[in-house]
C-alpha cells in the first residue's frame, strides 16, 4: 500500500464517508486497537449492505473503503480505540497507468487508448 494513515487518538472515531479518491477496488485494511467494548460501542458500520460488525482490539478487517460507506459508532466513556489504515491513492493508480505522467500530458490518441486501456483492466 502506498499511503497509511495512524489513528493514535487515543479516541478515535470515524464519522460515516466514503473515501472517494481512493482506487475504486483497491482493498483497504484496517487494524483496530484499544481499550473498548466491542459489543457496545466502537462497532464498523457499512451502509450500503445495512453491517454492523464488531472488531476487538487486535482485529483486521479489509473494506472497499471507496465504493462503501463506512464509519465508527461511538465509544463509551472512559473508552479508548485507535486505528491503523493503509490505502491506495487513485491518483497514484492513474499515474502509473498513464506511464508515469499526468494524464494531461498523454499527447497523441494512441497514448490516451494505451491509458484508457490500463486505467480500465480492473472493471
Not at 24 to 33: K, S
Not at 61 to 72: K, P, R, Y
Not at 77 to 90: D, Y
Request: glycine content about 8%.
Amino acid at each position: 500500500f502506498a499511503a497509511h494513515t495512524f489513528n493514535l487518538g487515543p479516541c478515535v472515531r470515524c464519522f460515516l464517508h466514503r473515501d472517494c479518491l481512493n482506487f475504486p477496488p483497491g482493498a483497504c485494511p484496517i487494524f483496530v486497537l484499544g481499550k473498548f467494548d466491542y459489543t457496545r460501542s466502537a462497532q464498523l458500520i457499512i451502509v450500503e449492505p445495512k453491517v454492523i460488525v464488531e472488531l476487538m482490539h487486535g482485529d483486521l478487517f479489509i473494506v472497499l473503503s471507496s465504493l462503501l460507506t463506512h464509519g465508527n459508532a461511538p465509544l463509551l466513556k472512559g473508552e479508548e480505540r485507535m486505528s491503523w489504515t493503509c490505502w491506495m491513492a487513485g491518483g497514484l493508480v492513474r499515474w502509473i497507468a498513464a506511464g508515469k505522467r499526468l494524464v494531461s500530458e498523454l499527447k497523441t490518441e494512441k497514448m490516451q487508448r494505451d491509458y484508457k486501456r490500463e486505467a480500465t483492466k480492473w472493471e
